[in-house]
């Protein structure tokens, strides 16, 4: 039996040999060998048990390559955030955006991991609960916002979380906002071998008009500052202490520099966009050209906040 057929036994949506531009919102990305979409947190515990004891199976990795010790495995929420190389991804990748399962408390709301923000919060607004209207536009998922500690005008992810559901070691566990050590786009889950399932964010009541009034506003600013027509991942740099990325980068002279289809968007210059055919490495060329540049000029590091994978 070839892992293929073992991930297919214990998810109902697999894909086999998928390219991965056709998943992620830079437009971008090689083959990868298997995609699996649990739609259970049953479903993407079994996959990951599957993926780290695989070497129990006579011939493991018969399907795709690789080292015995376990087989290769990605998390992904909906695909955003990320920059996947053109040679893709070796072994399982998970996206995690059919786990859409959403519960309102009194004044909580409780989310699976592949739950999308904009959901999350629309959701949050017809009960009356506020606190999460700065989220309405980051584009990804639960998940994703707790393992990076996503933000926006002013606020972190962090600031909400009452607890986050884990699986680690073998079992299920609760920590609480404090104990996933949240820090500017970092959590305790990013330290660790573990799967984010979901969480509870505490909000407060307000009258849904208010709180759908405040949405609108920040999409509408949000349509008009930000690259929307293109694909991309987000705010490609992490913002430096002191500093706001995109204003380094535009007082550079880079807003709109290109490597090919690669470029350093014209309307907000914090963005790397794909303007129809970048590769990875059209990208990664211009991530390390902007970086040259503003260490040169102003002597500040950028870090990418996009994740590289592949």
Known sequence: MTIIDEI??????????????????????????????PKTTEELISVWNFCRLGHELAN???????????????????????????????????????????????????????????ALAESAAESGLTGLEFSCGIPGTVGGAVYM?????????????????????????????????????????????????????RLSHEE????????????????????????????FFKRPEGHFAGKLIEDAGLKGFCINDAQVSEKHAGFVVNRGNATSKDVLALMHHVQSVVFERYGVRLEPEVRILG
Do not use: W
């Open 149 to 201: 500690n996503a933000g926006a005008y002013g606020h972190d992810i962090s600031e909400f979380i009452e607890t986050v559901t884990l699986f680690s070691n073998g079992e299920i566990i609760v920590k609480t906002g404090a104990e996933m050590e949240f820090g500017y786009r970092k959590s305790f889950a990013q330290g660790g071998d573990m799967l984010i399932l979901g969480a509870t964010f």
């Open 60 to 118: 493991p990795l018969e399907a795709v390559g690789g080292n015995v010790e376990g087989i290769p495995f990605t998390v992904l929420g909906d695909g955003a955030n990320v920059l996947v190389s053109d040679d893709g991804i070796r072994g399982v990748v998970v996206f995690t955006n059919k786990m859409r399962a959403i519960e309102i408390l009194d004044c909580a709301v409780r989310a699976e991991s592949g739950v999308r923000l904009a």
């Open 208 to 235: 849904p008009h208010k709180i759908r009034e405040v949405m609108a506003d920040l999409n509408a600013r949000r349509r008009k500052t930000q690259p929307l027509e293109y694909g991309s991942a987000g705010s």
């Open 8 to 37: 297919k036994k214990r998810c109902e949506i697999v894909l086999v040999n998928e390219p991965m531009h056709l998943h992620t919102s830079f437009k971008i990305g090689g083959t990868a060998d298997i995609l699996a979409f």
